[in-house]
C-alpha cells in the first residue's frame, strides 16, 4: 500500500476509535427484548454507528415500533444502514427487511445497500420512486426515520406525493400493524416550510397526512426531545446534528 493510503487508513481508525471512546455511554434498557438487545448490542455493527447510540436510543426506538423475530419489516431510506443492521439482526434468520430507496439517494447508499443484500439472506434492497413503488403485503411495521421532510422536492420528478405514499404503506401493513416515523422538528405552524432549507418538518404536518390515509396515532413519543434547540438551526449545524428535538411518531393500521 502507498505510505500516504496506509496513513489515511491509519488516521480513519484512530478517529472511529475515539469517536467510539468519547461518545456517551449508552445501555439498552433492561426491559428490552432478547432480539432487540441482541440487535443493538452486535459486535458486527461499524463503532461509527455504535458510537451514535446515546444520542439515537435504538433500543428503545426499535421497542417503540414493536420489532419482534420472524417479523417483516419495510426500511424505507434505509441509505446509511444505521437500522439496517439493526432491523436485520432484530427479526432473525425467519424474518426479512425489505429496504426500498428512492433511485436519486443511489449516491448516499447503493452500493452499500445492494452488497448489504448479497450478504444477508433476511434481507432485499430496491429502488422505487415512492408513488410507484410496489410494497410486499401483510408486513408487519414500516420504518422511516429521519427522510418524510426530503419529500417534497424542488424537482417534480423527485417529489413526492405523500397523501399516495401513506395510502400505499396502510395497503401494505397487517391490521394492527406499525407505522413508525422519526424526524426533525420544525416550529409549530411552519408546515412543509423549513424541509428543504432546514431539513425540518412539523410534526403536526406528518400527523395529519398520516392519520388522513386511515392510520391512529398512538403514541408521539419525547424519546428524542431536545427543548435547547430552537427550531432555527439546520439539523446539520455545527454541534447540533444528532442532537435536534426530533418527533418520534407511532402509528398503528386499526386492527379492524
Do not use: C
Not at 445501555?27 to 438487545?37: D, F, G, H, L, T
Amino acid at each position: 500500500m502507498h505510505p500516504l493510503r496506509f496513513a489515511a487508513s491509519v488516521l480513519a481508525v484512530f478517529v472511529l476509535a475515539q469517536a467510539a471512546a468519547q461518545a456517551p455511554a449508552y445501555s439498552v434498557p433492561a426491559n428490552a427484548p432478547a432480539n432487540i438487545k441482541r440487535a443493538v448490542e452486535s459486535q458486527a455493527r461499524p463503532a461509527d454507528q455504535r458510537a451514535r447510540d446515546a444520542d439515537r436510543k435504538p433500543a428503545e426506538t426499535l421497542m417503540l415500533a414493536n420489532v419482534a423475530e420472524g417479523q417483516r419489516v419495510v426500511e424505507l431510506a434505509a441509505f446509511g444502514h444505521y437500522w439496517t443492521n439493526m432491523l436485520a439482526e432484530a427479526v432473525g434468520p425467519r424474518g426479512q427487511v425489505y429496504m426500498v430507496d428512492m433511485p436519486w439517494t443511489d449516491r448516499f447508499g447503493g452500493e452499500a445497500a445492494r452488497a448489504f443484500d448479497a450478504a444477508h439472506d433476511n434481507a432485499t434492497y430496491t429502488q422505487a420512486h415512492y408513488n410507484q413503488m410496489q410494497l410486499p403485503q401483510n408486513v408487519d411495521a414500516v420504518v422511516f426515520v429521519q427522510f418524510y421532510h426530503d419529500l417534497k422536492r424542488m424537482d417534480a420528478a423527485e417529489s413526492v406525493d405523500t397523501a399516495d405514499m401513506n395510502r400505499k404503506i396502510f395497503a401494505a401493513l397487517k391490521p394492527g400493524g406499525t407505522y413508525l416515523v422519526v424526524d426533525h422538528k420544525a416550529e409549530d405552524g411552519s408546515g412543509w416550510r423549513d424541509a428543504m432549507t432546514l431539513h425540518r418538518i412539523d410534526p403536526a404536518t406528518i400527523k395529519s397526512e398520516v392519520t388522513a390515509a386511515g392510520f391512529e396515532l398512538v403514541q408521539d413519543s419525547p424519546l428524542l426531545a431536545n427543548p435547547a434547540d430552537d427550531k432555527k438551526q439546520s439539523m446539520r449545524a455545527a454541534g447540533l446534528r444528532g442532537k435536534t428535538d426530533q418527533a418520534v411518531l407511532v402509528f398503528r393500521k386499526p386492527a379492524r
